[in-house]
């Protein structure tokens, strides 16, 4: 009579057991898109209109219902943040946005998100929240470059592989990743490389991290620069970033894009500089000036590569300027509007951008 009662009680338990382990085995991640426009909810008055299209026009709910394979590997959740074409992108947003990701990824039902996003911005968007997301877990940002109504869109592949991507353990504490084109970016270095081509997304010579493939990510490297949970800035508590302009050096440029945006307030200026930050003799009085009424002039190059050495072309140490190391001017345009919110020493600002 013991020996039925505890066989029955064996197979109960293991029957449990097994149901337990089987519900393991397909609980699926909980994803939240946040949509937030661009191209990837653009429509086109033809299958053949990829220019020329009306960008941000299609919401949330119905990107997710055009790619019903999403609910195959992730709970999915919609919201609406905004719905606009992404060089209206603004400092406003960006608060909105990183405000609303902290948020989610503090609860303990959300296990990664997607950002929907123009193209046009959204290599900063994706830097802006490496350095102000607090989790480890994974934020992907996505866009399209083709219009939802245009043959062979890459909006909808790109967006399952965005969710897969944030789904999955394997970009868990990698920063803010960038998923376009069967292919992943660390935020910090990856950039819009051509106006309309499907694969503009390039980090040229610091190189991608990864791929997907049939819709799971493979990672091949990782980054080397603080970020997320890692970094010194909040902006939990923020309405406001300090502003912050670039002025782009060419020949023959003067110095009046420098004074303009010093007369209208910046609190740091970025000199996207020809060659390695030169700065030209006709523009650089005006930031001589600036940085004496208190502007953080911080030296960039508008090239594209390549790191931006101290001293090299000027004498950052008697200027008191900073350079941007190998950050693009827009990018460094982000990490100097943070950096004001915590100081405006230049030396502990030179080391932010030795640091992001
Ligand atoms: N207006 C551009 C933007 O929203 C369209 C480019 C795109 O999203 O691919 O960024």
């Known amino acids: 009579m013991l020996f039925q009662k505890s066989k029955h009680t064996l197979f109960v338990f293991l029957f449990a057991l097994a149901g337990a382990v089987q519900a393991q085995a397909v609980k699926l991640p909980n994803v939240t898109i946040l949509a937030t426009g661009g191209t990837i909810a653009g429509t086109g008055a033809t299958s053949t209109t990829t220019v020329g299209y009306t960008a941000a026009t299609v919401g949330v709910q119905a990107l997710i219902q055009a790619v019903p394979e999403i609910t195959k590997v992730a709970n999915v959740s ?3 943040v905004f719905q606009i074409a992404s060089e209206n992108m603004s400092n406003e ?11 989610l990824l503090s609860q303990p039902n959300v296990d990664g998100i997607v950002i929907t996003h ?20 994974p934020v992907v940002v996505v866009g399209s470059m083709r219009p939802s109504t245009a043959l062979s869109a890459d909006g909808p592949i790109n967006l399952y592989n965005a969710v897969q991507l944030a789904g999955s353990q394997a970009a868990v504490g990698r920063g803010v990743l960038v998923a376009m084109n069967d292919q992943i970016h660390a935020a910090r270095d990856v950039t819009k490389s051509n106006t309309t081509t499907a694969d503009t997304f390039r980090t040229a010579e610091l190189g991608m991290v990864g791929y997907l493939q049939g819709g799971k990510p493979f990672f091949y490297r990782d980054v080397t620069r603080k970020h997320t949970v890692e970094t010194e800035f909040d902006v939990s508590k923020l309405d406001v970033l300090p502003q912050v302009d670039v002025a782009y050096a060419y020949a023959n440029v003067g110095d009046v894009a420098v004074k303009a945006l010093v007369a209208a307030g910046a609190k740091g200026l970025v000199h996207a500089g020809v060659g390695n930050g030169s700065l030209p003799a006709k523009t650089k009085p005006a930031l001589v000036a600036a940085r004496e009424k208190g502007v953080v002039i911080v030296r960039s190059a508008r090239v594209g590569q390549g790191i931006v050495a101290r001293n090299g072309e000027a004498n950052d140490d008697q200027l008191d300027f900073v350079v941007s190391d190998t950050l693009s001017p827009q990018k460094a345009r982000i990490l100097l509007m943070l950096a004001l919110t915590k100081t405006s020493d230049t030396k502990d600002i030179q080391r932010m951008f030795y640091t992001y």
């Open 93 to 103: 947003h960006w608060l909105t946005l990183a405000k609303r990701v902290n948020v």
């Open 118 to 137: 123009g193209t046009d911005t959204l290599e900063e968007t994706a830097y802006f929240l490496n350095l102000v997301v607090k989790s480890r877990k």
């Open 78 to 80: 919609g919201e609406q």
